[in-house]
């Protein structure tokens, strides 16, 4: 199944080209948001892209799987950071945030069946500030709270509609999951830097 490794391949590109914008946009924490996104998508690369008895395929599956969910959940994690930075940078909230999350994933280690909720949990909070900040931002941002919140929510659109859709074949469902990953990191890379950077020196 090498064709897999395709759209995967799109995320990594497309995910590490975001991660340099934002970066460069002093954007660290989306930035590393991006760059776990590319390592999940990596991992696929290899996983399909370089096997040839299935062997790869089988020993790389649960790795795969782990990096996708709990490396997806703390990118959103991030994602959050990075917006709420941006309103109010204070290391007093940033210590709490960051040891919130760090008692999530470790549940999500835990107990596997919290990735999901809590996957879901950020993603709907990302929406919500990228709405906030566009609208604080007016035509500065150069997007409307409706279009900020249209970006920022596709991932989680995408995850529920598309990941692992029933009506869909395997291979139909893995592809559009992955194109329209690769096209919100594309998507973010422009909503995200647009914003300045309110917390830089």
């Given at each position: 199944?090498?064709?897999?490794?395709?759209?995967?391949?799109?995320?990594?590109?497309?995910?590490?080209?975001?991660?340099?914008?934002?970066?460069?946009?002093?954007?660290?924490?989306?930035?590393?948001?991006?760059?776990?996104?590319?390592?999940?998508?990596?991992?696929?690369?290899?996983?399909?892209?370089?096997?040839?008895?299935?062997?790869l395929?089988?020993?790389?599956?649960?790795?795969?799987?782990?990096?996708?969910?709990?490396?997806?959940?703390?990118?959103?994690?991030?994602?959050?950071?990075?917006?709420?930075?941006?309103?109010a940078?204070?290391p007093?909230?940033?210590?709490?945030?960051?040891?919130?999350c760090?008692?999530?994933?470790?549940?999500?280690?835990?107990?596997?069946?919290?990735?999901?909720?809590?996957?879901?949990?950020?993603?709907?909070?990302?929406?919500?500030?990228?709405a906030?900040?566009?609208?604080r931002?007016?035509?500065a941002s150069?997007?409307?709270?409706?279009?900020?919140m249209?970006?920022?929510?596709?991932?989680?659109?995408?995850?529920?509609?598309?990941?692992q859709?029933?009506?869909?074949?395997?291979?139909?469902?893995?592809?559009?999951?992955?194109?329209?990953?690769?096209?919100?990191?594309?998507?973010?890379?422009?909503?995200?830097?647009?914003?300045?950077?309110?917390?830089?020196?």
């Amino acid at each position: 199944m090498p064709h897999f490794a395709l759209s995967e391949l799109l995320i990594v590109v497309v995910g590490l080209w975001a991660a340099r914008r934002l970066y460069g946009a002093g954007r660290g924490a989306a930035a590393l948001a991006l760059i776990l996104f590319s390592a999940a998508a990596g991992i696929g690369v290899i996983r399909f892209g370089l096997d040839r008895d299935g062997a790869l395929i089988a020993a790389l599956a649960d790795i795969h799987r782990f990096a996708g969910t709990l490396g997806g959940t703390a990118a959103m994690m991030a994602l959050v950071y990075d917006l709420l930075q941006r309103r109010a940078p204070n290391p007093v909230w940033q210590g709490r945030y960051m040891a919130a999350c760090a008692i999530a994933l470790a549940l999500a280690l835990a107990f596997p069946v919290l990735s999901v909720p809590f996957f879901i949990w950020w993603s709907v909070a990302f929406i919500g500030l990228a709405a906030i900040l566009a609208d604080r931002l007016g035509p500065a941002s150069g997007m409307t709270p409706f279009m900020a919140m249209s970006i920022a929510g596709l991932m989680l659109v995408n995850a529920v509609v598309f990941r692992q859709a029933s009506w869909l074949s395997v291979s139909m469902s893995w592809h559009i999951f992955h194109v329209l990953v690769a096209v919100w990191a594309f998507g973010l890379a422009h909503l995200l830097a647009a914003a300045p950077n309110r917390s830089a020196p």
